[in-house]
């Protein structure tokens, strides 16, 4: 009894002792930021099986690998709200560019385009194990033009109920809300009411209505308004996508269009925003064209521009649209990725409209415009914001931060360095070098705030029993390197990224680990 008793005391004892010896990964004597929006404070971090076991300061517990965090921020790692990224994650699965980023999870299926299958698009990325973890809505433009194709209609009862099924069917499947695009083909088509009722669909699953809303610039007030009216009707959380004022007559409103959201969230309703930190946006050339001329698809656009007096009317709406900006001609517009001739990359319209021979008038440029679209269009980005209203955005409380991309291949044409450097940004320009906000709000926005709006229970946080998404970086070497010049340029000061307990970043290096998973929505079921 004696030997059994004192065989007992052992192992107990070694329990106890191999209690402070089973965790993975220690990450000592760091400044951290837990992602609660409270200030900082010196301490530890223990990790096992992919969970933070522990947090504070840690004399109980030693480690397999064991981080001298000292003289660096540990904060959880970031979540992109607003990704892109169905394609590129599938060939690029390590995705240095949000990885070096301090980006551990990306929401993707934004602006009314995701997966046509959210299952499948899930079993593709659990096959793959890319280096970060994926989130996605589901796209209404990807739901109509299912059930609808391109066509400028009203659904019928039935395709309403078709495309109502299929937003449920996704959200069983593990998305996280619907998403809009209503200034691209065919989501602008679509009224009020049939949004309205795909939100509703997706809120019956504890989903978020995410919108790129129907107009960003000279009716932004209208459409703003329509996002919080559809989130009221079918009683969802609401997400503005890259909530921003555009056009040079409308700079300075930001106040009215966020006075919106704030009354919003004081009468009660869940309305929040995300915006990217650059004065210029990104998107395609054919939204330069009213949305009419695509109707139908893209061989009917093409029979409309080679149609004398239906591409005059297209030109006179274009420069009705350049002329309620204020901008004086089309330099404000610059090319990202012209497929048809790459050498037009990095160039504004005003200059390839003289490449092309033609007179320095905005005209012309938009019968180059509409040349360029016939031939199968352009991604661009677009100059059309000024700092005062990005800097007003970024200090409300309630809002996120996503860089609206995708995983870029490296060298391939100008793409917008958001797609590279939004946090860093965020981090080294707004947070350390002008102090439009603090360190520990950033992250409360990149983190916690993230995390709650889309149903992430256990990330964002450092605390235990939280997943351990963890970024440790230098608050002095923190920077942005992409410009507009050279956007294809890895962010600094990330010195250490972990995906789900595994190092993915040590010392500034991707080791090319691939510890991400599918995170799921709210309403999936097996």
């Not at 096992?48 to 001298?68: L, S, V």
């Not at 959380?237 to 300075?252: A, E, L």
């Not at 925003?273 to 109707?295: C, E, H, K, M, V």
């Not at 450092?462 to 230098?474: E, K, M, Q, T």
Request: with cysteine.
């Amino acid at each position: 009894m004696k030997s059994i008793f004192s065989a007992a005391l052992i192992f107990l004892s070694t329990q106890f002792v191999s209690g402070q010896t089973t965790a993975d990964l220690l990450i000592r004597n760091g400044k951290i930021i837990d992602g609660t929006g409270n200030s900082w404070y010196y301490g530890d971090l223990a990790v096992k099986d992919g969970k933070i076991i522990k947090a504070g300061h840690i004399t109980d517990i030693q480690a397999t690998k064991t981080i001298d965090a000292k003289g660096l921020i540990v904060a959880p790692g970031f979540i992109d709200v607003h990704g892109h990224i169905e394609g590129g994650i599938i060939t690029t699965p390590t995705a240095n560019n949000y990885i070096f980023d301090g980006v551990t999870t990306v929401i993707t299926g934004n602006c009314g385009g995701s997966a046509d299958n959210i299952g499948s698009f899930f079993q593709e990325i659990n096959k793959i194990r890319p280096s970060i973890n994926v989130a996605t809505l589901f796209g209404h433009n990807t739901v109509r033009a299912q059930v609808m194709n391109r066509d400028n209609r009203t659904p019928t009862d039935l395709e309403q109920k078709k495309m109502e099924s299929l937003v449920e069917e996704a959200m069983k499947q593990g998305a996280v809300g619907l998403s809009t695009g209503l200034i691209y083909i065919p989501g602008t088509f679509a009224k009020t009411e049939e949004v309205s009722g795909l939100a509703r669909a997706a809120g019956k699953y504890k989903g978020v209505y995410a919108s790129h809303i129907r107009n960003e610039e000279n009716n932004a007030v209208d459409a703003v308004n329509e996002a919080i009216n559809i989130g009221k009707e079918a009683n969802i959380p609401v997400q503005i996508s890259h909530f921003k004022i555009g056009g040079k007559s409308n700079w300075g409103k930001s106040n009215i269009t966020l006075g919106l959201v704030k009354q919003a969230r004081m009468d009660g309703w869940d309305v929040t925003i995300d915006q990217y930190p650059y004065t210029a946006s990104s998107t395609n050339l054919g939204i330069r064209l009213p949305d009419w001329a695509f109707a139908g698809g893209n061989d009917s656009m093409k029979v409309r521009l080679n149609n004398p007096v239906i591409r005059a009317q297209i030109k006179k709406e274009m420069l009705q649209q350049l002329a309620g900006y204020k901008f004086p001609n089309y330099s404000y517009a610059v090319v990202a990725n012209y497929p048809s001739d790459t050498s037009f990359n990095g160039k504004n319209i005003s200059e390839i409209n003289k490449l092309m021979g033609r007179k320095a008038k905005v005209k012309f440029e938009a019968e180059t415009i509409m040349d360029m679209v016939e031939k199968g269009g352009a991604q661009m980005v677009y100059n059309s914001m000024n700092e005062v209203d990005v800097k007003n955005i970024m200090q409300y409380p309630f809002s996120m931060f996503g860089a609206d991309a995708g995983v870029p291949v490296p060298g391939r044409g100008m793409p917008h360095p958001r797609g590279y450097g939004t946090n860093a940004r965020v981090l080294g320009k707004y947070v350390r070098d002008e102090k439009v906000l603090s360190m520990e709000d950033a992250i409360r926005r990149m983190t916690s705030l993230a995390a709650q709006k889309f149903g992430l229970s256990d990330r964002g946080l450092l605390l235990p029993n939280y997943a351990a998404d963890i970024v440790i970086f230098s608050e002095a070497e923190v920077n942005d390197m992409a410009t507009f010049q050279k956007p294809h340029a890895y962010s600094k000061g990330f010195k250490y990224v972990v995906v789900n307990g595994e190092l993915v970043v040590e010392n500034e290096k991707h080791l090319g680990t691939r510890s991400g998973k599918t995170l799921y929505g709210q309403g999936y079921s097996e």
